[in-house]
């Protein structure tokens, strides 16, 4: 069990009142609040550390490599890697690229290219980019109508098949808080198939392992995982890095450069080209440490505790629909429409409450259009997320309901949904 007033004292953002209301801050899906132990470390390094990495050879440029590697290696204890096997981008959007390009090299017009329709943005758009540049065949995954990847569908279809050269999906959705079936399309992939997982939503909630996982390749970010914003991790398997050519030219990632041609750097600095986020990456370290010693077990018991908590709550709540399974294992974020509000106007009556959530189609706008909505509510949870905040929450959706004239669904058994 979490000491969850112990660690809110960690974040002191989270005793701001918003209008006059305290802070009920549901957003952690979107970026998470950082730890009073993480600033502190970003501070240190800038103020007592500050130089560039893996050039410098005086006494602050051995330290800020250090604290850089020393970084990388947390990371990769975190989940279950090795150092060599953890790359550094801006952010889990830009590991996916790098994905996209440098597998994007092998593609030819006779591949195809997998993803789902329940996919964030970053794991759709740079696969349509590298389709359009080789001439590859993009497909994708459908989701029945709880949410739940229709694998039954993608075995008819021979979704996955010999001419199936990268699969890249979700290890867990930021609208459906269920991920992609990865064990199962693990074992259809051919050996050939590159398999991704974007793992945004998932690192920071549960216990990761990437030999347990079975992908070839992981994403996610920092910032959701209670580390500065500015860097995200790409892991691959060593033989799969090692066959992938370089992302970006530039410094650092290169071994000899000639004015007739240059050689590569060995993974990951074949991928890290110029000054690395380097204080970023001490955050992301110190982040990792304070997870580390919480205990991600704890924290994704909590997180469940959580979540059921909060179906429990939204059920009482008139005209409300949930969007993905509404009860059983599911990840800490809860997509929902109410009535016939915009996602917007609810956001905003919820905000003069305090409670911040986010309205929109949360960079997954073919999901909505596959669940037949344009938009939706979705409020996330992470391990300092309270019950008192989840009753806020519902306190302001059914004000949100009176401030909209909506006494008829107020008053009503079986409300309305829309469909």
């Known amino acids: 069990m979490l000491d969850v007033e112990k ?51 005086h006494t602050l440029g051995a330290e800020a490599t250090e604290a850089f590697e020393q970084a990388r290696a947390k990371v990769a204890r975190f989940i279950g890697a090795q150092p060599n096997e953890i790359i550094f981008t801006k952010n889990s959007s830009e590991a996916l690229n ?14 195809e290219v997998v993803v789902s329709v329940a996919e964030h943005h970053s794991n759709i758009v740079p696969w349509q980019m590298a389709c359009e540049r080789t001439g590859a065949t993009l497909r994708w995954f459908d989701v029945t109508d709880e949410g739940y990847f229709d694998m039954d569908k993608a075995r008819d279809e021979a979704l996955i098949n010999e ?31 590159v398999v991704i997982a974007d793992g945004a939503q998932l690192v920071p909630h549960q216990p990761v392992n990437v030999a347990d996982l079975g992908v070839d390749l992981l994403t ?87 979540i059921a908590y909060a179906l429990e709550r939204l059920r009482e709540v008139p005209g409300l629909r949930i969007l993905g399974p509404t009860s059983g294992d599911r990840g800490s974020v809860i997509a929902f429409t109410l009535a016939d509000i915009h996602p917007h106007d ?45 009753d806020a929450l519902i306190d302001g959706l059914l004000d949100t309901l009176r401030f909209f004239g909506a006494s008829t669904i107020l008053g009503a058994s079986t409300p309305g949904v829309p469909s």
């Open 98 to 111: 790098l994905a996209a390009y440098t597998l994007g090299s092998r593609l030819g017009p006779d591949d």
């Open 163 to 193: 001419r199936t050269k990268v699969i890249s999906v979700t290890a867990m959705s930021n609208v459906l808080g269920i991920g992609a079936p990865l064990k199962q399309i693990v074992a259809w992939a051919p050996q050939t198939a």
């Open 7 to 57: 660690i809110r004292g960690d974040f002191p953002i989270l005793d701001r009142v918003i209008g006059e209301s305290k802070l009920a801050y549901l957003d952690s899906a979107n970026t998470s609040q950082k730890p009073r132990q993480m600033v502190a470390a970003v501070e240190d390094h800038y103020l007592h550390h500050n130089a560039n990495v893996s050039r410098a050879m």
């Open 220 to 306: 996610f970010t920092g910032h959701k995982m209670l580390g500065p914003t500015g860097i995200g991790v790409l892991w691959g398997k060593s033989e799969v890095l090692q066959s992938l050519p370089p992302f970006l030219g530039g410094g650092e990632m290169i071994e000899i450069v000639k004015m007739t041609g240059s050689t590569y750097a060995q993974p990951p600095h074949r991928f890290e080209a110029g000054t690395p986020p380097i204080a970023q990456a001490v955050g992301l370290g110190a982040a990792v440490d304070y997870l580390s010693q919480i205990g991600m077990d704890a924290i994704a018991d909590h997180d469940h505790q959580i």
């Open 346 to 390: 609810v956001m905003q009556v919820l905000d003069s409450h305090g409670v911040a959530v986010r309205g929109g189609h949360h960079c997954a706008r073919p999901l909505h259009e596959r669940l037949g909505i344009q938009a939706s509510v979705r409020m996330s949870a992470y391990l300092y997320t309270t019950k008192s905040e989840i």
